[in-house]
């Protein structure tokens, strides 16, 4: 059974960074993926970025040229750090595993305050 845990999030100053991690335990290969999406009220959740275990990583449109994500593998832990946000970036951010399934965090909130 796979479980991830979330960690960061919380109140953020408009301008500001954010630094999440998600930790994962059970069995996971080396070709599997990690990372963080988000879902604001009214709107449907979107890619925030996902990083491949053994390489590689994918960014969505708001997160591009501001976000970074990288990859403990020896601890199967994800992190991501995003830099000047703003209220748009307001969402609860969701950790997510895909292995031979789809595992989703139970998420948490980020808030950006002006």
């Known amino acids: 059974q796979v479980q991830l845990v979330e960690s960061g999030g919380g109140l953020v100053q408009a301008g500001g960074s954010l630094r999440l991690s998600c930790a994962a335990s059970?069995?996971?290969?080396?070709?599997?993926?990690m990372g963080w999406y988000r879902q604001a009220p009214g709107k449907q959740r979107e890619l925030v970025a996902t990083?491949?275990?053994?390489?590689?990583?994918n960014f969505g449109d708001s997160a591009k040229g501001r976000s970074t994500i990288r990859i403990e593998n020896d601890k199967n832990t994800v992190h991501l750090q995003m830099m000047s946000l703003n209220a748009e970036d307001t969402a609860v951010y969701y950790c997510?595993?895909?292995?031979?399934?789809?595992?989703w965090g139970q998420g948490t909130q980020v808030t950006v305050s002006s």
């Open positions: 990083i491949r275990r053994s390489g590689g990583s």
């Open positions: 059970g069995s996971i290969s080396s070709g599997d993926v």
């Open positions: 997510y595993l895909q292995t031979t399934r789809e595992y």
